[in-house]
Nanobody, 128 residues
């Protein structure tokens, strides 16, 4: 399974950005359970952002982004997205997508150990 995140860049406070994550691999197509977005800044631990169940689309958000970010997925294209609105300087981070496979009873989770594969990250900088 390979995950390729993209869409990062420089945006002003209050602006919007949409990140994408392309998932590939036969195992993903048959066994995907859910996906999530995490972010990390230098010197800090990786932080949960949002997660979505691959079948059924149930979602879960970190309090810090609730109401501003929207996670979605396209099951046909094997794509994960996060629409980020009303961006703040504190949203500046490297954003990573992650996938959970073959996890019975999996629910959208903020716990990194409940994901099996990780993308390489894309940098989002919110600054004027």
């Amino acid at each position: 399974v390979q995950l390729q995140a993209s869409g990062g860049g420089l945006v002003q406070p209050g602006g919007s950005l949409r990140l994408s994550c392309a998932a590939s691999g036969r195992t993903f197509e048959t066994d995907a359970t859910g996906m999530g977005w995490f972010r990390q800044t230098p010197g800090k631990e990786r932080e949960f952002v949002a997660a979505i169940r691959w079948s059924g689309g149930g979602t879960y958000y970190a309090d810090a982004v609730k109401g501003r970010f929207t996670i979605s997925r396209d099951n046909i294209k094997n794509m994960l997205y996060v629409q980020m609105n009303l961006l703040k300087p504190e949203d500046t981070a490297v954003y990573y997508c992650a996938a959970a496979l073959r996890r019975l009873g999996w629910r959208p989770s903020p716990r990194a150990y409940e994901y099996d594969y990780w993308g390489q990250g894309t940098l989002v900088t919110v600054s004027s």
